[in-house]
């Protein structure tokens, strides 16, 4: 049975057909082996990829291409990259199922327009950070406050490329929520100092990532 349904699928193409405006390339990583839902990501993927001709994916073997995961920094998988006219810091760690697929969706309009939906305050706040960030954020399929946060990560890094924003799907990675503790989700940690738990508005996660490189 496939992932997407054929009306799902209408929509989708239709969205695409009147938000998409430059070409998205989707990188993408995985595995054969020992990978619980990369084929079904990969499946998700090349659906979405053969939607609407802008959107271009690249799928390589996270342990065959070294080079590549270690340019890209990829430390697990199944492992999603979006970019748009650049290499935007945009990742997905597990499969973007559930809740998290419409942050994908969004995501890659985002990126074919090349500009985030925040506020122009936030944005020129932003553009202001001369520091690496690495925001994660731990999800579940299940939790519908979850893509809020996630794509609101996920904008911030297409106003900075200083800014890297993950989605962790914590069921696939429970060694990362027991390391970073995650007993309810959205949880956010960002530079590994500091956390948020709950849906914030984009001016708290802001001031949350200031206090992470202590600005």
Do not use: W
Request: negative net charge.
């Amino acid at each position: 049975m496939a992932l997407i349904s054929e009306e799902d699928k209408k929509i989708i193409k239709e969205k695409f057909e009147k938000e998409l405006e430059e070409d998205v390339k989707i990188i993408y990583f995985t595995e054969h082996f020992k990978c619980q839902f990369c084929r079904e990501t990969k499946e998700i993927l090349e659906t979405l990829a053969g939607i609407d001709d802008k959107i271009m994916l690249d799928v390589h073997e996270f342990e065959k291409e070294k080079d590549l995961v270690a340019k890209y920094k990829i430390d697990k998988i199944p492992a999603t990259l979006i970019f748009g006219k650049r290499e935007y810091k945009i990742r997905f760690f597990g499969i973007p199922s559930g809740y998290e697929f419409s942050t994908l969706l969004e995501d890659i309009i985002d990126v074919s327009k090349g500009k985030s939906r925040l506020k122009d305050e936030i944005k020129e706040e932003i553009k202001k950070i001369d520091q690496s960030i690495h925001i994660q954020v731990f999800v579940t399929p299940t939790c519908p406050y979850c893509p809020i946060m996630v794509h609101l990560a996920h904008q911030m890094a297409i106003e900075n490329d200083k800014i890297m924003a993950d989605m962790v799907e914590v069921i696939e990675f429970p060694h990362l929520a027991q390391k970073y503790k995650v007993m309810g989700v959205p949880k956010i940690v960002i530079n590994e100092t500091r956390n948020v738990v709950g849906a914030v508005p984009e001016e708290i996660l802001l001031e949350e990532m200031k206090a992470a490189i202590g600005i």
